[in-house]
């Protein structure tokens, strides 16, 4: 099994991001996907969780209103739609997979992660 993040960068508090997490070697559409970030001296905490059908999605209080998850199937691949970023955003975002029926935010139950993206938001 194969997560592949990218769309990591720099920009400018205000600003926006897609990050996408491409994935193979499981079946895509048995598995709920997350999105997670870690920033320096932190524990990686949990950001955005989608359910396997998309039939629903959590997302950490710090960034509902303003971050998208999302995905398509077809292309085995998840989204993390950011917008109007923060300094505080800034961090190594990781997208994992969990074979679960429910949406999943504990970091522990993912069995499967990409190897991380990094986000700097400047203020």
């Known amino acids: 099994v194969q997560l592949q993040a990218s769309g990591g960068g720099l920009v400018q508090a205000g600003g926006s991001l897609r990050l996408s997490c491409a994935a193979s070697?499981?079946?895509?559409?048995?598995?709920?996907m997350g999105w997670f970030r870690q920033a320096p001296g932190n524990e990686r905490e949990f950001v955005a969780a989608?359910?396997?059908?998309?039939?629903?999605?959590k997302y950490a209080d710090s960034v509902k209103g303003r971050f998208t998850i999302s995905r398509v199937d077809a292309k085995n691949t998840a989204y993390l739609q950011m917008n109007s970023q923060k300094p505080e955003d800034t961090a190594v975002y990781y997208c994992?997979?969990?074979?679960?029926?429910?949406?999943?935010?504990?970091?522990?139950?993912?069995?499967?992660w990409g190897q991380g993206t990094l986000v700097t938001v400047s203020s």
């Open positions: 994992a997979a969990v074979y679960s029926d429910y949406v999943v935010l504990d970091v522990a139950r993912y069995a499967y």
């Open positions: 070697g499981l079946t895509f559409s048995n598995y709920g």
């Open positions: 989608i359910k396997w059908n998309g039939g629903r999605i």
